[in-house]
């Protein structure tokens, strides 16, 4: 799988400008704030 989820907003400044980043691999780049992050997708949580 080669696409990437798209982040609404930045979880820093919750600037809606966000662009892909070249690296690291993944990773987005707020316009706003001028950070640069990823998103990971950890796993699913158990619920008994």
Do not use: I, Q
């Not at 820093?12 to 640069?36: F, I, M, N």
Request: charge should be negative; charged fraction near 25%.
């Amino acid at each position: 799988m080669t696409e990437r989820a798209t982040p609404f907003y930045c979880p820093y400044c919750a600037e809606e400008d966000l662009r892909p980043a070249e690296e690291p691999h993944g990773a987005w780049e707020c316009r706003g704030c001028t950070r640069v992050f990823s998103v990971k997708f950890a796993g699913m949580a158990v619920r008994s």
